[in-house]
């Protein structure tokens, strides 16, 4: 399906990785890659991973650094030549910001997860549009249903994703008269690195596995193969949406135990 196409993928940490699901998948089905690692530490998983991978490019990219985001695109630009599609599959806030009260968020811990988790959005996306001029490029981001419901304790991530899926809108707007299309992907829990931090997360999956349509919880596998469509043809009148790969959990309106639902 992507035969003879170019991506960048951003937030690949380990093999739990939704952004690794997601490259696998892309590769698997011709693409060409280039894969970010946020710092040095994190450099050695990305590059065993990227072994699996045909000729892959590997950069270092931390999101709150603009010189590295143009170093980044400058190395796409020259081994590549062009791109028709970017994952962002990046989030962080400070983890007393995950704890406490909502209403002690401070200013500091605020600007940090947007700076990271929703504003990095329009910085890559900028820099990738001229690399996709005249091919029909599709950016595809990560977001979490905590954006637009309370979920306890996901407090200031939860306004980060609420802006993110408003800059998915404006994008879509701002880099539609290019072709360009951009897009979330709203996905369920997974236990990943960014979710094993969470107090209650095992709970958490539970609960919703129980109430969710399909009864069972989201696996990483699934949302790439929604990445994939929408870095596909098979997309090309979907741009500004949010695609929920939840197991059908958002659309629930009561809780009932599962023995009386
Ligand atoms: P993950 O920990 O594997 O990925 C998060 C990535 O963000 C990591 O690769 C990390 O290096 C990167 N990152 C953090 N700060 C960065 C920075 N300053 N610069 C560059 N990269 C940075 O966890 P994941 O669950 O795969 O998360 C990927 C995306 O999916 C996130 O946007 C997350 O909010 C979203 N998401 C996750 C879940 C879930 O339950 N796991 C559900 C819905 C959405
Ligand atoms: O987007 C996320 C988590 C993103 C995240 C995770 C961490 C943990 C470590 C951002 N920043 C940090 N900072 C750290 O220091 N998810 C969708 C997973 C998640 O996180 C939650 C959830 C769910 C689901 C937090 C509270 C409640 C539910």
């Not at 983890?95 to 959005?121: C, K, M, N, P, V």
């Not at 994703?161 to 408003?166: I, V």
């Not at 596998?221 to 979907?238: K, M, N, P």
């Amino acid at each position: 399906m992507l035969e003879g196409k170019t991506g960048i993928v951003f937030g690949i940490a380990n093999k739990r990785s939704i952004a690794w699901a997601i490259a696998r998948t892309l590769a698997q089905h011709g693409a060409r890659l280039a894969v970010t690692h946020q710092n040095e530490r994190l450099e050695e998983k990305v590059r065993e991973l990227a072994g699996q991978l045909a000729e892959p490019l590997i950069l270092p990219c931390d999101a709150s650094e603009d010189d590295q985001i143009d170093a980044v695109f400058k190395a796409v630009e020259e081994a590549f030549g062009g791109l028709d599609f970017l994952i962002h599959s990046i989030a962080f806030a400070a983890r007393e910001d995950l704890e406490g009260d909502f209403t002690d968020t401070s200013r500091a811990g605020y600007h940090l997860a947007q700076d990271i988790s929703a504003y990095s959005l329009i910085a890559l996306a900028r820099r990738a549009a001229p690399l996709m001029a005249g091919r029909d490029g599709s950016v595809v981001t990560l977001s979490y249903l905590g954006g637009e419901r309370v979920v306890p304790h996901y407090n200031v991530m939860g306004v980060a994703k609420a802006a993110l899926e408003a800059n998915v809108r404006y994008l879509a707007h701002s880099l539609g008269p290019r072709g360009i299309r951009v897009n979330a992907i709203s996905a369920g829990p997974i236990k990943t690195l960014a979710a094993s931090g969470i107090s209650g997360l095992s709970k958490m999956l539970k609960s919703v596995a129980a109430v969710a349509p399909l009864r069972r919880n989201t696996q990483q596998a699934e949302v790439a193969d929604t990445a994939l469509f929408l870095c596909s043809h098979l997309s090309r009148g979907i741009t500004g949406e949010v695609i929920y790969v939840d197991a059908g959990y958002h659309i629930m309106g009561m809780f009932q135990p599962p023995e009386e639902a």
